[in-house]
């Protein structure tokens, strides 16, 4: 009898085990759009309000770029996980310098003058959704087409509006981080479910002092777990895409995130909507880095990587 409890015990600890690494969390966004120009000024200047009460640096505020009426084109920029809103100031001014309105916000806990802080720990995949949703309701005063770009953990959260929300016309996801470079599916993601449960610690990056001085230098386990939970997510989605047109862009020589993972989640979403999804990879042999966006970043050769995106988007240089 002690037997067949014991192997019952531990049949049950093995499908709780089975459950616990499969569970994918859920996400929720409310929508408040902005209804007019002046609401969404409104709206942003709300968030000025809130970010002058927090210590952070002079580039981590959250940026708007506005023509003095509503445009025709409207672009939410994402920055990515250790990031602020300055990684996309140089191409926010271009968009800006073209015609469209642009909206760059500051992720929760990005952005803070001291760039060890343990606030950066505390980021979860809901906080990069509520990132793009808040800026969605800016942006839906602001132009009467959406484009939402994402960059890596940012492109996350613009992957998981393509998925959910209406509205957007369009999405481009930089440098996606579905997952981390040199780690295999399985064993991310059970990593990723014990990390979310266990004591933080930190992951200092390799050859940090190549970055700009803004950018926190190290990663917490949990903000990377809660991360990657939203990957699982928006890798876990079945349904129709509601975004009109999807595009991926992603370089062959980025040992940041899983290249491989990227080209698989294009395929399946292309699968399911075809003739909406296009990826496009930069050539290893280019050695552009993961950061293919902030010009002051190593490697990022916006040279190269901005007349792509540019055309991506519709736009000539």
């Given amino acids: 009898m002690r037997k067949k409890i014991n192997l019952a015990l531990l049949l049950l600890i093995f499908v709780a085990l089975i459950f616990f690494v499969l569970h994918v969390p859920k996400f929720t966004s409310t929508p408040h759009p902005a209804l007019s120009y002046e609401e969404a000024l409104q709206k942003f200047s709300a968030i000025q309000q809130q970010e002058a009460t927090l210590p952070l640096s002079s580039e981590g505020h959250s940026r708007l770029m506005v023509h003095p009426a509503k445009t025709e084109r409207v672009f939410v920029l994402l920055h990515g996980l250790s990031n602020c809103p300055q990684q996309f100031a140089s191409l926010g001014k271009i968009l ?3 015609g469209a309105n642009v909206v760059i916000l500051r992720a929760r806990d990005a952005g803070y003058a001291n760039i060890l802080t343990q606030e950066q720990n505390k980021q979860s ?61 399985p064993a991310l993601d059970i990593a990723t479910a014990f990390l979310v449960y266990l004591p933080n610690f930190y992951i200092w990056k390799k050859n940090d002092s190549s970055e700009p001085s803004y950018v926190y230098p190290r990663y917490g386990t949990q903000c990377l777990a809660k991360t990657l939970q939203l990957s699982r997510a928006v890798r876990s989605f079945k349904g129709p895409l509601k975004a009109q047109h999807l595009e ?15 080209k698989k989640v294009a395929q399946q979403w292309a699968l399911k909507n075809p003739g909406k999804v296009f990826e496009y990879e930069f050539p290893a042999s280019l050695n552009i880095a993961h950061d293919c966006i902030s010009p002051n970043s190593y490697n990022s050769k916006t040279e190269l990587s901005y007349p792509v995106i540019l055309k991506t988007l519709n736009y000539a240089e």
Avoid at 145 to 159: D, P, Q
Avoid at 248 to 262: E, H, K
């Fill in 96 to 98: 800006f310098s073209q």
């Fill in 248 to 262: 991926i862009l992603f370089s062959g020589a980025d040992v940041v995130v899983n290249g491989q993972l990227t």
């Fill in 125 to 185: 995949g809901q906080d990069l959704v509520d990132q793009a949703t808040e800026s969605l309701h800016i942006a839906t005063g602001l132009g009467r087409k959406i484009t939402v770009i994402g960059l890596s953990a940012g492109a996350l959260g613009a992957a998981w509006m393509a998925e959910h929300c209406e509205g957007i016309d369009q999405v481009l996801l930089i440098s996606p981080f579905f997952g981390a470079y040199g780690w295999s599916l």
